[in-house]
């Protein structure tokens, strides 16, 4: 029977009793979604309060209109924005984690859907909630990096990327923003939530990362300090930079090899290679030959065939004399110029 839920090799790997990695993900979610249901009603309140903040003397008249209706359409309906703001957070969520950790059935879907153009406004979107998020990510900077280390390793994979994780701030903030588009009916109440999204006005994230860490540290069966992690990282990327310079440098060898400069090119016996590389370039391979040497003028450059061909009719001319100057001339002019053209 063909199902969505395809056990992938982590999982088969998984120790007799242990949840595997699609159960513990979605545990994740679980608890991410707790804290979202438990603590995002407050944050409407606050939400309000901001919106019909109107002490800035510089706003027009319009806007203050604008903003005070948005925040009494989010009074009254709160509860309806609070479900929106539940599924769509759950969604993005779960979205993220198929990006992440795709089923066996999803995966060509998602390579498929990999090599699709990114719409512009979808471009937007993501640099101005990256831009939004980044004073969450500076607050929660710890439990985000212990976070990334622990989504790794349960995945089997080296450090997610903050980009790559699930439960960043950013997913949250655009799940909000995008909630109160689908429930404000006004379209020029849209652009009025994102600036309020603030630290001080969204329910407080890190007791649901300390979660989240806890939840991989007992279910994963990971270790109570990532310390150990970071240095086998560490070193993982060392070795890693050092296997590519080797390749670098066969690389190197092969092209030298192919132009014929490989004996100008060998290191002396005890001299470091990478040393030598860097001091002839990175590759060390003559693009241009070497042009031979050209005839030096006072007039300037001038291609070798007729440099000679320019300085003889360059000559002066005798001063004209009395009888037999105008014969000596013509006789000092080369033949070449008595010729008919």
């Known amino acids: 029977m063909d199902t969505d839920t395809h056990t992938t090799t982590a999982e088969r790997k998984t120790p007799k009793g242990a949840p595997t990695q699609r159960e513990l993900l979605d545990a994740l979610v679980g608890i991410a979604m707790k804290h979202a249901n438990e603590h995002f009603m407050d944050c409407v309140a606050r939400l309000v309060t901001a919106l019909q903040d109107v002490s800035d003397p510089g706003i027009e008249a319009r806007a203050v209109h604008q903003r005070m209706k948005a925040g009494n359409v989010l009074k009254a309906n709160s509860y309806a924005f609070f479900h929106l703001v539940s599924t769509g957070l759950e969604l993005a969520i779960r979205k993220e984690l198929d990006v992440l950790a795709p089923t066996l059935k999803k995966k060509v879907a998602a390579n498929a859907a990999s090599l699709s153009l990114v719409p512009y406004e979808e471009m937007d979107s993501k640099i101005a909630f990256g831009s939004l998020a980044r004073p969450f990510d500076i607050k929660y900077s710890d439990e985000l990096a212990t976070l990334n280390v622990r989504l790794g390793l349960m995945l089997e994979r080296d450090i997610l990327r903050m980009g790559q994780n699930p439960f960043r701030p950013e997913v949250v903030l655009a799940a909000i923003n995008q909630a109160w588009v689908e429930f404000e009916p006004d379209a020029e109440s849209h652009p009025l939530l994102a600036p309020v999204l603030k630290p001080d ?6 007791p ?30 060392a070795a890693q930079k ?3 310079a080797g390749s670098q440098e066969a690389l190197a060898q092969q092209l ?29 391979i003559p693009l241009i030959p070497d042009l031979p040497s050209l ?6 450059w001038r291609p070798s065939a007729a440099g000679a061909a320019f300085q003889s009719v360059a000559q002066p001319l005798p001063a004209a004399g009395p009888a037999g100057g105008l014969a000596s001339a013509t006789a000092a002019t080369p033949s070449a110029l008595g010729q008919p053209f």
């Open 201 to 206: 006005t969204l329910f407080d994230l890190a």
């Open 208 to 237: 649901m990362y300390a979660e989240l860490n806890g939840a991989l540290q007992r279910k994963g069966k990971q270790p109570d300090s990532m310390d150990g992690l970071r240095i086998r990282k560490t070193r993982h990327a």
């Open 242 to 244: 050092a296997a590519k």
């Open 256 to 284: 030298r090899a192919l132009f014929g400069d490989a004996g100008s090119a060998k290191a002396p016996a005890g001299a470091d290679a990478g040393a030598v590389a860097a001091g002839a370039g990175e590759f060390d």
């Open 295 to 300: 005839p030096k003028g006072e007039g300037g």
